[in-house]
């Protein structure tokens, strides 16, 4: 029992001690020590509800570019389903039945009048583009790729940037032709325009040219205006910097001379690989420009006219 007691009487002590040493602690915190307690936790909850809203911001961020695309591809996807009224098609065919009219026609009749006759502009309900957008001009589309949109065109490059082809604003833009081109293609150097967008719509698939077995797959661009269906061969590729001084690539107004041939052999000579494909100063040709990751630089895909 007295060991029981002495026992009692220890543990007493001890936490008596104790509880000294924590009044004694609690007796050393200063009012100065509070403060600055208290601005230290003040500055930890500002901090991290700086991160939280950081976090939050780069969420809506991302969700409002996300939307943005969605908003973009519905629309063009929309367009697509209900103006394109069928396939393009291929140009062997074509090229048969023009030489086929040629012989029964010993050669007679012009360009436009072949193409007309031969290919004329049905699959794509223009009408009703340009009744939408008076801006329209065409529909460019590369079979077996999500290439194919409508075509615009006016006198000021930038609009299109940010605007879809119903002219809502969106970082989708939409396809246009250089201000200072015809937009009948006309001209010998006719240059087209379109964002790398990273959901890999618009012109974001045209750097997959930098395979020759991309281009074995994709070798041909379909352009539809109001005269009718039109194609052209692929016959360079390459990554390009519009800055660097006597880069030719975004040069037109070409007369069919020695300078545009000069032209032509510089961006043929440019290339990633040899195409395989030959180019003259007879030839009508068409540059696909989209922006890259890298700086200043853009991705441009060149060809020629067939019919």
């Known amino acids: 029992m007295a060991k029981q007691k002495k026992k ?24 100065e020590i509070r403060r600055k307690r208290m601005i230290q936790y003040l500055l930890k909850g500002m901090l991290l509800g700086f991160f939280i809203g950081i976090l939050l911001f780069s969420i809506f961020k991302l969700s409002s570019i996300l939307l943005g695309y969605k908003s973009g591809e519905k629309e063009y996807e929309q367009l697509k389903e209900q103006y394109v009224l069928e396939e393009p098609t291929a140009p062997e065919k074509i ?12 050669g007679e009749g012009s360009e436009q009048e072949k193409i007309q006759e031969l290919i004329p502009m049905t699959r794509i309900d223009l009408s009703s583009l340009k009744k939408m957008n008076s801006d329209t001009v065409g529909w460019i589309e590369i079979p077996g790729t999500v290439l194919s949109y ?64 991309y281009l074995k797959a994709h070798p041909y661009i379909y352009i539809d205006l109001a005269d009718g269906s039109h ?56 540059t696909l420009s989209t922006c890259t990751n890298n700086g200043d ?6 060809a020629k006219k067939l019919y």
């Open 297 to 302: 630089s853009r991705f441009v895909v060149h």
């Open 231 to 286: 194609c052209y061969q692929i016959f360079s590729c390459h990554e390009t910097n519009p800055e660097e001084p006597g880069n030719k690539v975004y040069t037109i107004g070409y007369k069919a001379n020695d300078t545009y041939a000069e032209f032509l052999d510089s961006i043929k000579s440019a290339s990633a690989f040899d195409t395989g494909v030959n180019v003259s100063i007879e030839d009508s040709v068409i």
């Open 95 to 106: 090229l048969e039945r023009i030489e086929k009219y040629e012989e029964e026609n010993e």
């Open 8 to 31: 009692n009487n220890s543990r007493s002590r001890q936490q008596t001690a104790k509880n000294t040493t924590s009044n004694r602690k609690r007796r050393r915190i200063t009012p």
């Open 150 to 213: 409508p075509m615009v065109h006016t006198k000021d490059n930038s609009f299109y940037l940010t605007h879809t082809f119903r002219k809502e604003t969106n970082k989708s833009g939409s396809i246009f032709i250089e201000a200072l081109n015809d937009s009948a293609f006309s001209d010998l150097h006719t240059i087209i325009y379109g964002h790398n967008m990273k959901d890999g719509s618009m012109f974001a698939q045209l750097k997959n040219y930098t395979t020759e077995s």
